[in-house]
């Protein structure tokens, strides 16, 4: 059995009866989704799956979980998903993907925000070994550009066939920045409010437990 099966399967220990839970893009989610439904099927649990991209949605029709919009979601139990990056104090870079915005509402307003993730994912800090997503309005991006060129260096994201911009699924368009070394929470902060700027792939300070494996050995990370 692989390290993201092995992990997946471990953040079911989080999970409880009569729950709603947030499921993850990529492929450690993936197994995540696929045990969780064994487990839902094998305990006769009653739990809801709010899904965060297109990809996560299929994969839980695909799985049978009875699934839920985002837009009647009140309550949020538990959200459980991969991390590109993720640091000892539990920050976390995301959004190499198309669900930036998503991602990070179900991440901020679970009552519990799980990453499981390999070693591999593990930085000193964010930013380290891939540049910084950043969702953008498209109708003013080259302002926006113009403000985040003035302390970090990056450009708007290509679509899979590199003959168009990507388009997030809210609909905007994605920089993949750089930045001069800062503290994170200044950073992330200076993105934030720089006009036009929707959201960051950095979760800062959101993340309540991390599960990383390494050669099956499972290591626990939390506040």
Request: charged fraction near 25%.
């Amino acid at each position: 059995m692989e390290d993201k099966e092995i992990i997946a399967i471990k953040a079911l220990d989080y999970v409880t009866d009569n729950s709603v839970i947030g499921l993850g893009t990529g492929s450690t989610a993936n197994f995540f989704i696929k045990h969780l439904a064994n487990k839902i099927k094998n305990e006769r649990l009653n739990i809801q799956v709010v899904a965060s991209s297109t990809v996560s949605e299929i994969e839980a029709q695909r799985n049978k979980l009875n699934l839920i919009g985002i837009d009647t979601l009140e309550n949020l139990d538990l959200y459980v998903d991969g991390a590109d990056e993720i640091t000892n104090d539990l920050n976390v870079l995301k959004g190499r993907g198309y669900d930036l915005v998503k991602e990070k509402i179900l991440a901020q307003s679970a009552n519990k925000f799980i990453i499981i993730a390999d070693h591999s994912k593990r930085v000193n800090r964010i930013g380290e070994n891939y540049p910084i997503p950043i969702e953008v309005l498209k109708s003013t991006w080259r302002l926006s550009k113009k403000i985040l060129d003035k302390f970090g260096q990056g450009n708007l994201r290509k679509n899979a066939a590199g003959d168009a911009y990507a388009i997030s699924s809210a609909g905007n368009y994605i920089f993949d920045y750089s930045f001069d070394e800062m503290p994170l929470r200044d950073l992330h902060e200076k993105i934030l409010t720089t006009p036009g700027v929707i959201e960051t792939g950095i979760f800062y300070a959101i993340t309540d437990c991390a599960l990383i494996v390494d050669n099956g050995h499972i290591e626990v990370l939390s506040k």
